[in-house]
């Protein structure tokens, strides 16, 4: 079967609609849990901003692969990878707190979503393997970026 590897980016857009959705509703919050646990000064403000950035660059990047294809396939499949590490991130949050981590219920549709981009992309030859191992990379790096930056505004903001 023939999968187009840009619908596989598009599902991975409407999954990060529900996945927001769902952080900021269900078990009490994203923002109040990051409040609470790590950067007090987090507010629904910088949430929505940061979301609807992320939103906007990984749309513009599906748009970019879509008319130019080849190499380009890097920006949205890193994005796809930054989603799939977040997924792990909200694992590793519940594990560690003993407490729900707002976004793990939608975390597996992103792993989900990867294996058929695997299955139907890299396994079909879509995606070179270059790309997609370049993506692995860039993706963990922006999610642990994204993870440290909250450890350190925290930090930043106990001390001040």
Known sequence: MEMPVSLFFWLFAIALSIHVVEESTVGGGFVNMVKSQLWPDYNHKKF?????????FFAV?????ELWAGAWIVL???FAWML???????VIGT?????YSPGLITSPIYWILMYFLIRYGLLKDQIDMTDFVI???VGSLVTVLMVG???????????D
């Open 48 to 56: 929505f901003w940061f979301n609807a950035i992320c939103y906007i």
């Open 61 to 65: 990047s599906i748009i970019v692969y």
């Open 76 to 78: 949205p499949l890193s």
């Open 84 to 90: 799939v590490t977040n997924g792990f991130w909200h």
């Open 95 to 99: 594990a560690f707190s003993k407490r």
């Open 135 to 137: 993506s692995i990379v």
């Open 149 to 159: 930056s909250m450890f350190a505004m925290g930090r930043k903001s106990k001390i």
